[in-house]
């Protein structure tokens, strides 16, 4: 079965910072690009961040562009968000998800294989 995995979720004060960690199962990740977004309670899923599976691209929404930071660790199957200055509007389910194409990187619709979601809130 083809898996994706999120973890590090979590309740953080403003301000504090969260590593998420997505690992594959079912297949490598070496030659996937691999995105994240979010979710937050009655609004559409939103693209966060994005990198290519040549390791030398990264693609970042505006919101989130300065703070957070996409890396991935092909030896590891695994994908991390390091989320820095963690705002109340962060609070979402983030997902990871990923994808063998060259097309929608930004897009919910670019990406075949899913996660679960881990929650993170943000909150004093």
């Known amino acids: 079965q083809v898996k994706l995995e999120e973890s590090g979720g979590g309740l953080v004060q403003p301000g504090g910072s969260l590593r998420l960690s997505c690992v594959a199962s079912?297949?490598?990740?070496?030659?996937?690009?691999i995105g994240w977004f979010r979710q937050a309670p009655g609004k559409e899923r939103e693209f966060v961040a994005a990198?290519?599976?040549?390791?030398?691209?990264?693609y970042y929404a505006d919101s989130v562009k300065g703070r957070f930071t996409i890396s991935r660790d092909n030896a590891k199957n695994t994908v991390y968000l390091q989320m820095n200055s963690l705002k109340p509007e962060d609070t979402a389910i983030y997902y990871c998800?990923?994808?063998?194409?060259?097309?929608?990187?930004?897009?919910?619709?670019?990406?075949?294989?899913w996660g679960q979601g881990t929650q993170v809130t943000v909150s004093s």
């Open positions: 079912g297949f490598t990740l070496d030659y996937y690009r």
């Open positions: 990198i290519s599976w040549s390791v030398s691209s990264t």
């Open positions: 998800a990923a994808d063998p194409t060259n097309w929608g990187i930004r897009e919910v619709g670019g990406y075949s294989y």
